[in-house]
T-cell receptor
Framework: DAGITQSPRHKVTETGTPVTLRCHQT?????MYWYRQDPGHGLRLIHYSYGVKDTDKGEVSDGYSVSRSKTEDFLLTLESATSSQTSVYFC????????????FGEGSRLTVL | GDSVTQMEGPVTLSEEAFLTINCTYT??????LFWYVQYPGEGLQLLLK?????DKGSNKGFEATYRKETTSFHLEKGSVQVSDSAVYFC????????????FGKGTKLSVKP
């Protein structure tokens, strides 16, 4: 199994508060992704990274920012959480992006009250 | 834009029944196609893939054939087991270096003994 750790695994917060989710990998993979999973929507890409300090937006990036200062860590930040950001967030990694074969973490469940 | 459409669930089958989960896609270019599976409480994992027309992907008794003429990639298994209970996602990648996947909404399968 790919070494991917997401933290926290569960978080409950209030509207307007900042939240940071962390994805940590031990595989030295170049590419990292943040997806959100919502009923009736499947998985949707928020942001991705193709190297240290190299990131780009995905389909649903509004309200989210990311940072990658080290190969192993990819942080997802909600500057001011809203109830619409209640979701399960998955990090994924790969070292062969052209294959489409991603390895997923176990997810972080975020509830915004 | 590119998209994936899966049959809606949930699907409930008895053990040893035949399984089909339909998946069709819309894409410009020549996508690679994937089935990912999510077991309860876990992240997604790659089940099988096909990279060009008429390719058949297979794994763990599951099969899917890339049909360009019908833009389909239906998942099949001849005899399901209780342990196959999970959510199944069809996905496509239109290539390029970033590895971004477009997912269907997922189909939940429950297999009863």
């Amino acid at each position: 199994d790919a070494g991917i750790t997401q933290s926290p695994r569960h978080k409950v917060t209030e509207t307007g508060t900042p939240v940071t989710l962390r994805c940590h990998q031990t595989e030295n993979h170049r590419y990292m992704y943040w997806y959100r999973q919502d009923p009736g929507h499947g998985l949707r890409l928020i942001h991705y990274s193709y190297g240290v300090k190299d990131t780009d937006k995905g389909e649903v990036s509004d309200g989210y920012s990311v940072s990658r200062s080290k190969t192993e860590d990819f942080l997802l930040t909600l500057e001011s959480a809203t109830s619409s950001q209640t979701s399960v967030y998955f990090c994924a990694i790969t070292d062969r992006a052209y294959t489409g074969e991603l390895f997923f973490g176990e997810g972080s469940r975020l509830t915004v009250l | 834009g590119d998209s994936v459409t899966q049959m809606e669930g949930p699907v409930t089958l008895s053990e040893e029944a035949f399984l089909t989960i339909n998946c069709t896609y819309t894409a410009t270019g020549y996508p690679s196609l994937f089935w990912y599976v999510q077991y309860p409480g876990e992240g997604l994992q790659l089940l099988l893939k096909a990279t060009k027309a008429d390719d058949k992907g297979s794994n763990k008794g599951f099969e899917a054939t890339y049909r360009k003429e019908t833009t389909s990639f239906h998942l099949e298994k001849g005899s399901v087991q209780v342990s196959d209970s999970a959510v199944y996602f069809c996905a496509l990648s239109v290539g390029g270096s970033q590895g971004n996947l477009i997912f269907g909404k997922g189909t939940k399968l429950s297999v009863k003994p």
